[in-house]
């Protein structure tokens, strides 16, 4: 039996990243096992036997557990060989496999800030907030989320999260510059399904085009995956991306031109390999 843990919400990007993964593979004869956020159910005892980080997702083959998104996802691809989400070549998964970490250590963290500082920000009570960090065993974490939620876009988090998608959206647009569909070239990989329920968060905000105005080949490559009924699946509702009145277009649209100062500040100040 397969069980997945995780968060029905349309921002919850490390769920995404297996929810994706699954439907590229086409299993679907997996057992949902829901938590609710606003509920703490995270931190709950029996949950924290399963994941002691109290973070989503978290898979469970047959009573093994299984940790981790982007290690979740490289489990879920090995579980069938339909539609190989790995390419064979070692050089070449030596290559997905930088992509991936990338996204991890960076692209995680920067999605992860923007979220807080807009959406969670306007939508969720401080004392709330206050209360779950009570219970956060993480100190990176609880560094993170506390100073996007008290110093707003003076957070340096901010800035770090701007610069770590201008470098990435940088490397693809310069990868997908020969003309390939795929990062990896012409097969479909987990580098897709791991970035793309982050860069998701971007497009909710309304911030996407800061980054992809003048890359046309990222843009290119995003609006393949945007129509593939693995991402659409991930909306809450029906058109979620395009509704203005959706909590994120709404708390994007309050940051906007803020982070794009940011972001100038960023391309005049960092050097560009
Ligand atoms: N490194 C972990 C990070 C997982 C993570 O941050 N999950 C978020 C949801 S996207 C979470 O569980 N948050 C719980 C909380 O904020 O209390 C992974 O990739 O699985």
Redesign the pocket.
């Known amino acids: 039996m397969l069980e997945l843990y995780y968060?029905e919400e349309a921002?919850?990007?490390?769920?995404?990243?297996a929810l994706m993964t699954l439907a590229e593979k086409g299993i679907d004869n997996w057992v949902p096992r829901n938590l609710v956020?606003l509920n703490?159910d995270?931190?709950k005892p029996e949950y924290l036997k399963l994941n002691p980080?109290?973070?989503?997702?978290t898979l469970v083959h047959d009573g093994r557990v299984i940790?981790?998104?982007?290690?979740?996802c490289d489990y879920i691809d090995d579980l069938t060989p339909n539609a190989a989400l790995k390419p064979t070549d070692p050089v070449d998964r030596a290559h997905l496999r930088e992509w991936i970490k990338d996204s991890?250590e960076s692209g995680?963290q920067a999605t992860?800030s923007l979220n807080f500082v807009t959406k969670f920000r306007l939508e969720i009570p401080l004392e709330q907030m206050e209360e779950?960090w009570r219970?956060?065993p993480d100190i990176d974490?609880l560094h993170r989320?506390k100073s996007c939620v008290y110093e707003g876009l003076d957070s340096p988090y901010v800035l770090r999260a701007i610069g770590a998608w201008e470098r990435t959206f940088r490397k693809m647009e310069e990868t997908l510059s020969d003309g390939r569909p795929w990062i990896m070239g012409d097969q479909f990989s987990l580098v897709e399904t791991t970035n793309a329920p982050f860069i998701k968060v971007l497009e909710m905000l309304r911030l996407l085009h800061l980054w992809l105005d003048g890359r046309p080949n990222v843009q290119r490559w995003w609006e393949s995956i945007a129509v593939r009924p693995s991402y659409k699946a991930l909306e809450e509702y029906p058109g979620q991306s395009e509704d203005n009145e959706a909590p994120h277009a709404k708390a994007g649209a309050v940051v906007a031109n803020k982070i794009e100062e940011l972001l100038e500040y960023y391309r005049e100040t960092i050097p560009q390999p």
């Open positions: 968060l921002d919850s990007i490390c769920s995404n990243r956020l703490r995270q931190f980080k109290a973070q989503v997702p940790r981790e998104s982007s290690i979740i991890d995680y992860a779950r219970k956060v974490r989320q």
